[in-house]
């Protein structure tokens, strides 16, 4: 469902939905999408069903590649994500991570051991597959 985008700022690294349902899967739904994203919470979540969530997700990449072409999306609308494409807007070399803007921004976790987190530039399309169990940790 289309929402009108929220006109305060956050952090790019931080994804800010409308929680549709709560339970052993968070069901959260992002503003100017139809996506309807199944993630598992690291926490319990105490924002009421139908009320805004800011937070992270964070999803096990594998072989993340860069690519010339393509948008950003989340595959598929609605469910667990199963593959991310976007703009590296940080990187983390710590922890091995990039965050994607993939319409809403992704945190993955490298896990292929030829890649490093300091190989991606900020801005480059990238694409991968996500391994099962995305997370969402509420702010």
Same mark, same amino acid.
């Given at each position: 469902?289309?929402?009108? !985008?929220? $006109?305060?700022?956050? !952090?790019?690294?931080?994804?800010?939905?409308?929680?549709? !349902?709560?339970?052993?899967?968070?069901? %959260? =739904?992002?503003?100017?999408?139809?996506?309807?994203?199944?993630?598992?919470?690291? !926490?319990?979540?105490?924002?009421?069903?139908?009320?805004?969530?800011?937070?992270? %997700?964070?999803?096990?990449?594998?072989?993340?590649?860069? #690519?010339? $072409? @393509?948008?950003?999306?989340?595959?598929? #609308?609605?469910?667990?994500?199963?593959?991310?494409? @976007?703009? #590296?807007?940080?990187?983390?070399?710590?922890?091995?991570?990039?965050?994607?803007?993939?319409?809403?921004?992704?945190?993955?976790?490298?896990?292929? =051991?030829?890649?490093?987190?300091?190989?991606?530039?900020? @801005?480059?399309?990238?694409? $991968?597959?996500?391994?099962?169990?995305? $997370?969402?940790?509420?702010?």
């Amino acid at each position: 469902m289309i929402h009108p !985008a929220p $006109t305060s700022p956050i !952090a790019p690294t931080l994804a800010r939905g409308v929680l549709a !349902a709560s339970g052993p899967h968070a069901v %959260i =739904e992002f503003p100017n999408t139809n996506y309807q994203v199944h993630l598992v919470p690291t !926490a319990p979540i105490t924002s009421p069903v139908g009320k805004r969530i800011v937070g992270t %997700i964070t999803a096990r990449a594998r072989r993340v590649d860069v #690519v010339d $072409t @393509g948008g950003s999306f989340v595959e598929p #609308v609605a469910g667990r994500p199963r593959r991310v494409q @976007g703009r #590296v807007v940080a990187i983390d070399p710590r922890r091995n991570t990039i965050v994607v803007n993939a319409g809403v921004p992704i945190h993955l976790v490298l896990t292929d =051991e030829r890649q490093e987190a300091g190989q991606f530039e900020p @801005g480059s399309l990238v694409s $991968t597959d996500v391994l099962d169990g995305a $997370t969402f940790t509420a702010q």
